[in-house]
């Protein structure tokens, strides 16, 4: 089968690539994947050296079964959206849910990455983290469920409170689903961002205002007049080291900021900011089967819109779409096969 494999930081497109057996793993299903987002994890997987030459990437998936040996209710011919890791619900951190530092989770995956044209997927899988799509959602929609997913956790674990206003640093696709899920669970949000037709875009899908991040102090100034004492819940989905000092600047006392993003080194919090002025500082990386849930009701309800996010590539130019994404030449790449 053909997939894109990774070599030497860029992909190498290969026809012989050997799709996976159903009977090689008994129970589960083999999915032929109609296409897959290229997620920034993906990309830094890459530039860090954490995913091998020979490594088979992609998690965003959208596809058909083809084949099926389950107790589940799927069949064959069903298309599906569906996340890549699974918790095992017994464990001191499913029980204090934190599901992705469940090592089960850790250790569970689709095979191989989405990035080929066939995955198999488990029996555990179909049961906790596979969704029906609809057929009013195109593909490359339905795609977005997992990095929704991801925001939806996030938000959750700030535990907005209401009459209060969150800010989210970085306007990227997902910090465009972040906010979009902010507005889902109906409080108020703000966004800055140093590329001009992001500001624009995060309106566009309803932030109440955004703001150009082209000099720090007179973006502060303004975001002054919306929240004069800072903001009460910051998500930091930029990876970039000046956005922390950014976030403590535009926060207010007793401010939650939630980390949703790695920077390339090991800048951070500093300990007085976060004592003297009673910071909470937390992490939010993956979502849970309820996440999942959560992010396919809102996709369907039309709550979160995510059309016009993703550009579409096929998979022999992926590596077009890895370049014109790290260059922020597009939104989201979704490769498609």
């Given at each position: 089968?053909?997939?894109?494999?990774?070599?030497?930081?860029?992909?190498?497109?290969?026809d012989?690539?050997?799709?996976?057996?159903?009977?090689?793993?008994?129970?589960?299903?083999?999915?032929?994947v109609?296409?897959?987002?290229?997620?920034?994890?993906?990309?830094?997987?890459?530039?860090?050296?954490?995913?091998?030459?020979?490594?088979?990437?992609?998690?965003?998936?959208?596809?058909?079964?083809?084949?099926?040996n389950?107790?589940?209710?799927?069949?064959?011919?069903?298309?599906?959206?569906?996340?890549?890791?699974?918790?095992?619900?017994?464990?001191?951190?499913?029980?204090?849910?934190?599901?992705?530092?469940?090592?089960?989770?850790?250790?569970?995956?689709?095979?191989?990455?989405?990035?080929?044209?066939?995955?198999?997927v488990?029996?555990?899988?179909?049961?906790?983290?596979?969704?029906?799509?609809?057929?009013?959602?195109?593909?490359?929609?339905?795609?977005?469920?997992?990095?929704?997913?991801?925001?939806?956790?996030?938000?959750?674990?700030?535990?907005?409170?209401?009459?209060?206003?969150?800010?989210?640093?970085g306007?990227?696709?997902?910090?465009?689903?972040m906010?979009?899920?902010?507005?889902?669970?109906?409080?108020?949000?703000?966004?800055?961002?140093?590329?001009?037709?992001?500001?624009?875009?995060?309106?566009?899908?309803?932030?109440?205002?955004?703001?150009?991040?082209k000099?720090?102090?007179?973006?502060l100034e303004?975001?002054r007049?919306?929240?004069?004492?800072?903001?009460?819940t910051?998500?930091?989905?930029?990876?970039?080291?000046?956005?922390?000092?950014?976030?403590?600047?535009?926060?207010?006392?007793?401010?939650?900021?939630?980390i949703?993003?790695?920077?390339?080194?090991?800048?951070?919090?500093k300990?007085?900011?976060?004592?003297?002025?009673?910071?909470t500082?937390?992490?939010s990386?993956?979502?849970?089967?309820?996440?999942?849930?959560d992010?396919?009701?809102?996709?369907?309800?039309?709550?979160?819109?995510?059309?016009g996010?993703?550009?579409?590539?096929?998979?022999?130019?992926?590596?077009?779409?890895?370049?014109d994404?790290v260059?922020?030449?597009i939104?989201?790449?979704?490769?498609?096969?």
């Amino acid at each position: 089968m053909k997939a894109a494999v990774l070599s030497d930081n860029k992909f190498i497109i290969s026809d012989n690539v050997p799709k996976p057996v159903l009977d090689e793993y008994g129970e589960g299903a083999i999915i032929k994947v109609k296409g897959c987002g290229l997620c920034g994890s993906d990309i830094v997987k890459m530039q860090t050296g954490a995913a091998k030459n020979g490594t088979i990437l992609g998690h965003e998936v959208v596809g058909e079964i083809v084949e099926i040996n389950s107790k589940t209710v799927f069949e064959v011919g069903d298309k599906v959206a569906l996340g890549h890791h699974v918790p095992c619900f017994n464990c001191q951190y499913c029980w204090g849910e934190s599901y992705s530092m469940c090592r089960h989770f850790k250790s569970t995956n689709i095979i191989p990455g989405g990035f080929a044209e066939y995955i198999y997927v488990s029996e555990e899988h179909l049961h906790n983290t596979a969704f029906n799509v609809n057929l009013n959602l195109s593909s490359i929609e339905a795609s977005f469920l997992e990095p929704l997913g991801c925001c939806i956790r996030a938000v959750k674990r700030a535990r907005i409170k209401d009459n209060t206003k969150t800010l989210i640093i970085g306007l990227g696709s997902i910090g465009i689903l972040m906010g979009e899920a902010v507005k889902a669970y109906r409080n108020p949000v703000y966004g800055c961002d140093l590329i001009y037709e992001r500001v624009c875009l995060s309106e566009k899908f309803g932030f109440d205002k955004s703001f150009l991040l082209k000099e720090e102090n007179s973006a502060l100034e303004e975001m002054r007049k919306i929240a004069p004492s800072g903001f009460d819940t910051i998500f930091l989905t930029a990876g970039a080291s000046l956005a922390v000092d950014f976030a403590v600047k535009a926060a207010r006392d007793g401010a939650t900021i939630v980390i949703f993003s790695s920077i390339k080194n090991d800048n951070g919090f500093k300990n007085n900011d976060i004592y003297y002025r009673e910071l909470t500082i937390m992490g939010s990386y993956s979502p849970s089967p309820m996440d999942l849930e959560d992010s396919m009701r809102m996709i369907e309800e039309g709550k979160v819109r995510t059309a016009g996010l993703a550009s579409v590539y096929p998979i022999d130019k992926i590596n077009d779409a890895l370049t014109d994404t790290v260059s922020n030449k597009i939104m989201k790449a979704y490769i498609q096969l």
